[in-house]
């Protein structure tokens, strides 16, 4: 089999991080699986953990560079947060590899975890503040970045390493005490 034939029946990077992150993605639906999202306490719990990391992880990746048009959450958190009369709380520690491939990873995450965001805004009472599970994304926008992610010839295990390193953040943002 030639070089070009077997790059051809490689799955596509977003399938193919998608399956191989599995884990980590369980590991993160776990950590954040404790926050009772229906009360106040618990869905400020749930916000504050995402504020430990999101914000530093969206000024880190410069996502815009990668992808014209992106537009963060971090102040739409942030307005959650202070509606909730809440605090930003001090930033944990990012450990993203450096490279272009491991911020595209990262971004993989960043970008999917608004998929879940709105899934987990049904469970939102309407009397909390929910700019932040509400920023989802636009009308194709998820299939237009994988179509990118795809598109790109970057380093799978670099991109890996961005994109794991971004869940372990997440998971170890959620476990903090508050």
């Known amino acids: 089999m030639n070089a070009p034939a077997a ?10 991080l998608r399956s191989a992150t599995r884990p980590d993605h369980a590991q993160v639906d776990a950590a954040f ?5 229906a009360t106040r306490a618990g869905y400020t719990a749930f916000l504050t953990a995402h504020a430990r990391v999101l914000p530093a992880i969206e000024t ?3 996502p815009a560079e990668l992808t014209p048009g992106w537009q963060g959450r971090a102040g739409a958190l942030a307005e959650d947060l202070a509606t909730l009369g809440t605090a930003l709380p001090a930033p944990s520690p990012i450990a993203i590899p450096p490279g272009e491939a491991a ?3 990262a971004l993989y995450v960043l970008e999917g975890s608004r998929l879940g ?6 469970s939102v009472p309407p009397d909390l503040p929910s700019a932040f599970l509400a920023a989802t994304h636009a009308p194709g926008q998820w299939r ?8 790109l010839d970057i380093d799978r295990d670099e991109t890996l390493a961005g994109a794991r390193a971004t869940f372990a953040a997440f998971a170890s943002a959620s476990t903090v005490a508050a």
């Open 7 to 16: 790059l051809s029946t490689a799955p596509a990077l977003g399938a193919w």
């Open 33 to 37: 699986g404790h926050h009772d999202l």
């Open 60 to 62: 880190r990746l410069r």
């Open 103 to 105: 911020r595209w990873g």
């Open 117 to 122: 965001g709105a899934v987990l805004a049904k």
């Open 144 to 151: 237009a970045l994988l179509a990118r992610l795809d598109a």
